[in-house]
């Protein structure tokens, strides 16, 4: 049973535009979102979150969207840059400070020049 | 701020030795620490949750006897995977939180 959903796999972007990644929830309990950025043979890197509380939390390139009632969540990243190529995974969980985590199946971006 | 490491990077052991895999919090204090691992393209699996002074938390269907997991002080976690075998080759990954959790670099094992 996947609890976190990212539907997809993989997402090829311009360098300078938007790239949105996706990334659905089915348990009502989540309440604390956070996105990671991963290269391989590495551990993720921590990019932003989000509490139930907000629906939208920005950082620099970086902004989170959350619609509690659709149970989605979505980054995006503006502009752009070759650098932001990698794995994304979205994670949730239950409270924001020592629940556990659970991780979606990532999208791998990749942002062309 | 939030580094968390990880020793080894990388370990090849035999079949039917044990691997110890240290986790630690350089720049904060961590009650409690996570174990992952990753299988190529797969997404990261939450294996057990260390809590500093008390027992781990092992997900279901991984086996406690076989990954042991100390929590020893407020900067170190360890993973200790006994009599391994070919297919606990892995990626493991620990993360501490403070509050998001961060994650250590990640050690690959390799068992012959």
């Known amino acids: 049973d996947q609890q976190v959903k990212q539907n997809s796999p993989s997402l090829s972007v311009q360098e300078g535009r938007i790239s949105i990644l996706n990334c659905d929830y089915t348990?009502?309990?989540?309440?604390?979102f956070l996105w990671y950025k991963k290269y391989p043979a590495e551990g993720p890197t921590f990019l932003i979150s989000i509490s139930s509380i907000k629906d939208k939390n920005e950082d620099g390139r970086f902004t989170v969207f959350l619609n509690k009632s659709a149970k989605h969540l979505s980054l995006h990243i503006v502009p752009s840059q070759p650098g932001d190529s990698a794995v994304y995974f979205c994670a949730a969980s239950r409270s924001y400070n020592t629940d556990k985590l659970i991780f979606g199946t990532g999208t791998r971006l990749q942002v062309f020049p | 701020g939030a580094v968390v490491s990880q020793h080894p990077s990388w370990v090849i052991c035999k079949s039917g030795t044990s691997v110890k895999i240290e986790c630690r919090s350089l720049d904060f204090q961590a009650t409690t620490m996570f174990w992952y691992r990753q299988f190529p393209k797969q997404s990261l699996m939450l294996m057990a949750t260390s809590n500093e002074g008390s027992k781990a938390t092992y997900e279901q269907g991984v086996e406690k006897d076989k990954f042991l997991i100390n929590h020893a002080s407020l900067t170190l976690s360890t993973l200790t995977v006994t009599s391994a075998h070919p297919e606990d080759s892995s990626f493991y990954i620990c993360?501490?939180?403070?509050?998001?959790?961060?994650f250590g670099p990640g050690t690959r094992l390799t068992v012959t």
């Open positions: 993360s501490a939180s403070q509050p998001a959790q961060y």
């Open positions: 348990n009502s309990m989540f309440d604390y």
